[in-house]
């Protein structure tokens, strides 16, 4: 098979495209025939080796894909062949096949094609379940979004507006907040170009309700500061690769919630109700993600550096198939 391999840490440019042996499936696992996958800013930071986990070299990269099982091993229980799924892990995705436990597995709904189904996947369950179960968005609120350009922030902008928020956008080009504006967003703020904070306090003289933050760095704090009292604050990632450090007085003072998002704390019958009504976003049509770039396999280093300069508008994919 065809594959996209790290073999040395370093930037995207040290990857190569290979053919190596299929892998083995294990006992509990599955063999899927990869048709699409997406760039994740994690998997620039894996291959970089400066992410919280160190994957040894060398190694596919690739956290995300869509496609169809086409082997199933012992003990894999829950899948069939010719079921066609999504799925996660932390790297392998980058090839023509990869082998997955089950658990790491949804089906992919009729209808959906792989491209649609992996640029949905990851992104905007991490969103939904922020924005439902964590920040408690309820319609009418006033929501900010942090990176609403990117795969998690565009992905917070189209549900937070499904949810009737009111949804103020913060990125990094006017190109982005364009399209963060075509999904419903009514305040439009680029950070590179005006002070956040002052631009905050303008478009939100009474504050915020919640903000959704998968960047981290220098807007985090100004974004923190426009909350009004009670507001929430939900931390979801750090992909400017800055982590804050967050003056405790403005939690204090403001009677601020300050919470992280990871799926494991979601109450059980609460992360099923998310998963139902995200299902039903996606199947209506009223929320289709935003594909900024498809690239071919041939091409994985261009789609990975796509990601690692920020340039990527809602999800950047590998097509496969």
Partial sequence: MRAAVCPAYGPPDVVRIEEQPPPAVEAGQVRVKVGAAAVN???VLLIANKYQISVPAPFVPGSEFAGVIVETGSQAEGFTVGDRVTGTGMYGAFAEQ???APAGLARTPDGIDDHTAVAF????RTAY???RSVARVQPGDQVIVLGAGGGVGLAAVQLAVQLGAKVTAVASSDEKLDVASSYGATHLINHRSTGLRDALREALPGGADAVVDPVGGELSEPALRSLGRGGRFVTVGFASGDIPRIPLNLVLVKGITLRGFQFQDVPPEEFARNEDELREHLMSGRVRPHVGAVYPLDETVQAL???????????ILIDLA
Avoid at 121 to 124: F, H, K, P, R
Avoid at 305 to 315: C, S, T
């Fill in 41 to 43: 800013f994690p998997d």
């Fill in 129 to 131: 379940h922020t924005l």
């Fill in 98 to 100: 990869v082998c997955v």
């Fill in 305 to 315: 550096e796509h990601v690692a300069d920020g340039r990527a508008i809602g999800k």
């Fill in 121 to 124: 996947g990851v992104a905007y």
